[in-house]
């Protein structure tokens, strides 16, 4: 073979084998191929840093149209009970409210939307099927708290481990177009963002317990302040304590972000339900298939 052919050949080889890692590489993440690029972008500088961390599920929801789910693996996620690596609090799910975002534009305080964040967690956690978790508020004091919003220049690498579950407050309309996209800022309500532990030395994830689930690390909620912002484009459709349409309702909201905090997904609708994943109006209490959704993750934990 002469040089010029073993070459050509070489390249087929090399191309062959790059569309098969990046057709391997789609068949396991799934969602919205730009949404999955800015969470591979994060990772790599994740990675870069030696950290045991990497974000894994990125869920939006919406008003008007729906966006698909984001993730990086197949194989679903779970907290472990007792994991020292995130500071876990025995086999208690432990939740925080960042303080310093909780007021919005449209004029509702960060004590208010506080009160709703807890009325939503209390209701989950009186749910039956979370009999076998206890639900625990951690207060806010004053550190900051997440971590996703630095990779987007809207705030600091805060301490990851303050709690399992950060509902990070109120961001501006820009945040949501950098993370969603075109239309992210005027769509997007709210999102939950999950990241698991890996093992910092290959990069893969890491399932310490064997309940072949990949091990959860955090999560965090951030809401949309556009809405009902009187400067930006959907001030008819403001954030408020048990508002009806058009207004959004902070409690709802924060019930279905924290249904995915505690590792529930999107479903329906039909049929009807707190994790349907468009806005629909007041909801204070799961329905069925919320419950049923929930006793399903929660049935093996330990105690
Ligand atoms: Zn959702």
Known sequence: MNRALRCVRGSIIVAAIFVAFTVGMAGAAEGDPAVLALMDQI??????TGTN???????FFTIGEG??????????????AGDPRRLADGDNITYLVDQSDGATASGVTSAQTEAAIDSALNTWDADSCL????????????A???????????GGFGDPFLADIVDAGWLPRAFFEAVG????GRGILAFSVTFIFIDPSTGEPTDINGDNYLDSALN?????????DPAGDRAGNPWGIDIVLPGIDVETVGLHENGH???????????????NPRYAGIRHAPLPPDHAGMCAVWASWPK
Not at 43 to 48: H, S, V
Not at 67 to 80: A, D, E, L, T, Y
Not at 131 to 142: E, S
Not at 220 to 228: I, K, M, Q, R, T
């Open 220 to 228: 965090e909620v951030y809401y949309n302040d556009n809405f009902g």
């Open 43 to 48: 990772n790599q500088q994740l990675a870069g």
């Open 261 to 275: 905090s505690l590792e529930l997904g999107h479903f329906g609708p039909p049929p009807n339900a707190v994790m």
């Open 67 to 80: 966006r698909p789910s984001n993730r990086i693996h197949q194989q679903p996620f779970r907290w472990v």
């Open 131 to 142: 009999k076998k978790v206890d639900i625990v508020k951690r207060a806010d004091g004053g």
């Open 181 to 184: 996209g075109p239309g992210g």
């Open 144 to 154: 900051d708290p997440d971590i996703f919003d630095s990779f987007f220049g809207f």
């Open 53 to 59: 961390l990497a974000v894994e599920q990125i869920e």
